[in-house]
């Protein structure tokens, strides 16, 4: 049972233009969630963080919506660069009662390419 | 700064070999991870460590141990491979403060043949 669906595998966007990778989740004890950014023959690198008490969150050229009602959650990359061609996961976490300890439950990734 | 480092990037073992892929860190977190990531799935989490002496299971524990003697290792063991531990293996650590935001290591690409 996934809890956490990226089911797009994959993305392809100009550059200039505005990437938006998506993600459902299923369990409602989840509470915090994350993207992360990965490129090859590296490790995930964190990319921001939305609390289920926010809708929107906003870092520079990444804004991470959640929709709690929906159990969904959206990357907006604006506008989006070569350099951002990666493998993007999106990460949930379920820290009500403070026993989480930082487990994660990663969505399968969706591989986003920006061309020039 | 070093971060997050793993040893070996790559390795392949025979059926019923044994294995230990080394992690450090450097951050002196608390809190550090083991995730395994098979192609075209998420990372699933292997065993986790809240701090030195301390270890619990993951989502897929199984055909692996951990141990956490220090804040810096956290080792983890393979005693009879088989392939279906055929993955990438991601070592991660985090501070007490932020445990949700992790800090990666490169991974080890470990096949079993």
């Known amino acids: 049972d996934q809890q956490v669906k990226q089911n797009s595998p994959s993305l392809s966007v100009q550059e200039g233009r505005i990437s938006i990778l998506n993600c459902d989740y299923t369990n409602s004890m989840f509470d915090y969630f994350l993207w992360y950014k990965k490129y090859p023959a590296e490790g995930p690198t964190f990319l921001i963080s939305?609390?289920?008490?926010?809708d929107k969150n906003e870092d520079g050229r990444f804004t991470v919506f959640l929709n709690k009602s929906a159990k969904h959650l959206s990357l907006h990359i604006v506008p989006s660069q070569p350099g951002d061609s990666a493998v993007y996961f999106c990460a949930a976490s379920a820290n009500a009662g403070g026993t989480s300890y930082g487990k994660l439950t990663f969505g399968q990734g969706t591989i986003l390419t920006v061309h020039p | 700064n070093a971060g997050v480092t793993q040893t070996p990037k790559f390795r392949i073992l025979k059926i019923g070999q044994s294995m230990t892929l080394q992690c450090t860190q450097d951050?002196?977190?608390?809190?550090m991870y083991w995730y395994r990531q098979d192609p075209g799935m998420g990372l699933k989490l292997i065993y986790y460590?809240?701090?030195?002496?301390?270890?619990d299971k993951g989502e897929v524990p199984n055909g692996y141990n951990v141990s956490r003697s220090t804040t810096e290792d956290f080792p983890l063991r393979l005693e009879l491979a088989a392939p279906s531990q055929t993955s990438v293996y991601f070592c991660?650590?985090?501070?007490?403060?932020?445990?949700?935001?992790?800090?990666f290591g490169a991974g080890t690409r470990l096949s079993v043949l």
């Open positions: 991660a650590s985090s501070p007490q403060i932020d445990k949700n935001i992790q800090y």
């Open positions: 939305i609390s289920s008490i926010k």
């Open positions: 460590s809240v701090g030195a002496g301390i270890t």
């Open positions: 951050m002196n977190h608390n809190y």
